[in-house]
């Protein structure tokens, strides 16, 4: 989408031109009120986003951006300042109760923990924080203020979206409410710049929201190709894991709750052994994450699904894991399946293909830009559990797919690495300090 500004080459101005510029942001203010970069993945409402975060702040530290994250304390004893990695701090604001506050209490803490956030900045020299970068529209609140406080510009990336979500909910799914598309309207007008996974989502940003699209600067997130990887392969992979190593392993990993539907890929494989029972004696299927979100009134619905279907037996719950072992997770699996009602990106599916692994996804969000149809892995139009069965079936009877779909899938996620996210966020930054400059010579005549 030519009309958006894509920030995904850095540029070599002449020294005339640099003289002009204002400087590149120098220490920026990371907001991520609802889940801490600290939080296990897959866990509560942690989930890529929380990877999102830890990976560009680390990486922006790298390029001589210091970050420092503001997070809400979850828990009493936590210190009030953590260093995540040289040049990157993690701040514990107290906001509200420790424990028991879902997501959706939240919006009643926002007064507090922006004055959390406020009595921080008010511990340094005038001018300490160069530029706001909020997460999610919670966070785009107080970012809001905060940006006009300290006279800073603003940059906002959404990561999901409640018009878009409730455009694509799942049966049983809640709406998002009134208050939260009020929200990201009003973040929406008040950013400097916008940042969007994809050129899908720039334009869900302009249709949905009116926003103006020279704001909205499309940055792919990227993946960690030094963890995420093939290593030494699917065999050496299943045999760490306990699994059989001539298995068909679709493999679900991430949030359970509705809009991720793993129980679409729990009634494919229903299917599938309806038609192919001689199947279920060479299929396991691990379903890898906690319950989040709505997810959290049922924890046990999707076990009860699986008993329900009669595939109990194939099926294999585990809890969220940490970073090094979901690599492995994606290595042993034949392929990994993404039947999700809405993504902003899907993180899940360039580390999958980073190790080696082909992924079955919904064809929705950001999913066509990270999957590859028919030569990284497979998209589906819609929610059938027959279509994503059909899928499947092919993995099954051809032994080789899985590795040659899976080689095409390492090479494809090696544009996605987290150093060009960072040196185009940096852009962003830049951009957004260059125009918020502007504003305020206007302002001031």
Same mark, same amino acid.
């Given at each position: ?31 991520? +009120? ?26 922006? %530290? ?7 994250? *503001?997070? &809400? ?90 018009? +878009? ?71 050496? %992979?299943?045999? &760490? ?26 009634? %494919?494989? %229903? ?65 990994? +399946? ?6 902003? *990106? ?33 998209? +589906? ?11 499947? &079936? ?10 040659? *779909? ?30 918020? &400059? ?8």
């Amino acid at each position: 989408m030519s009309q958006y500004i894509s920030r995904l080459g850095r540029h070599s101005p002449s020294a005339a031109s640099r003289l002009r510029r204002p400087r590149r942001p120098r220490r920026v203010a990371m907001l991520s +009120v609802h889940t801490s970069p600290l939080h296990q993945p897959g866990t509560g409402d942690a989930g890529g986003m929380n990877v999102y975060i830890v990976e560009l702040a680390q990486r922006l %530290a790298a390029i001589d951006i210091d970050v420092e994250i *503001f997070t &809400r304390a979850t828990s009493g004893g936590l210190p009030p300042v953590v260093e995540l990695a040289p040049g990157v701090l993690v701040r514990h604001v107290d906001a509200g109760p420790y424990e028991g506050l879902a997501k959706e209490d939240l919006p009643a803490q926002l007064c507090a923990f922006t004055h959390g956030v406020m009595q921080a900045w008010a511990g340094h020299r005038p001018g300490h924080y160069d530029l706001v970068h909020s997460h999610y529209w919670l966070s785009g609140h107080v970012g809001w203020l905060a940006a006009q406080r300290w006279g800073v510009p603003l940059v906002h990336a959404m990561h999901t979206m409640a018009k +878009v979500k409730n455009a694509n909910l799942a049966d049983g799914d809640t709406p998002e409410p009134a208050a939260r598309v009020i929200g990201e309207t009003q973040i929406v007008a008040a950013a400097d710049r916008l940042i969007a996974n994809t050129s899908e989502e720039a334009g869900e940003l302009v249709r949905h929201y009116s926003a103006d699209p020279a704001k909205v600067a499309v940055v792919h997130p990227g993946v960690n190709l030094d963890r995420f990887c093939p290593a030494d392969g699917r065999q050496a %992979a299943r045999a &760490r894991l306990g699994l059989p190593q001539d298995a068909l392993i679709p493999l679900f990993a991430g949030r359970i709750q509705p809009l991720k539907a793993p129980d679409v890929l729990l009634r %494919a494989v %229903a299917v599938l052994l309806d038609e192919r029972p001689e199947l279920r004696s060479r299929i396991v299927v691990p379903i890898v994450g906690g319950p989040s979100g709505s997810g959290l009134t049922k924890p046990e619905g999707l076990q009860k699904l699986a008993a329900r279907l009669g595939i109990a037996d194939v099926v294999r719950f585990r809890p969220p894991v940490g970073q090094d072992q979901l690599a492995d997770w994606f290595r042993a699996a034949s392929v990994l +399946v993404m039947p999700s009602y809405s993504e902003s *990106f899907g993180l899940v599916a360039i580390e999958a293909q980073a190790a080696g692994t082909p992924v079955l996804a919904a064809s929705v969000g950001g999913l066509p830009v990270a999957v590859r149809d028919g030569e990284t892995g497979f998209l +589906v139009g819609g929610h059938d559990p027959a279509d994503y069965a059909r899928v499947l &079936r092919r993995f099954a009877d051809d032994a080789s797919l899985a590795d040659r *779909f899976g080689s095409a899938a390492a090479r494809h996620a090696q544009c996605f690495g987290w150093d060009t996210a960072a040196a185009a966020t940096a852009d962003v930054y830049l951009a957004a300090a260059q125009s918020h &400059r502007r504003r305020v010579r206007s302002a001031h005549g």
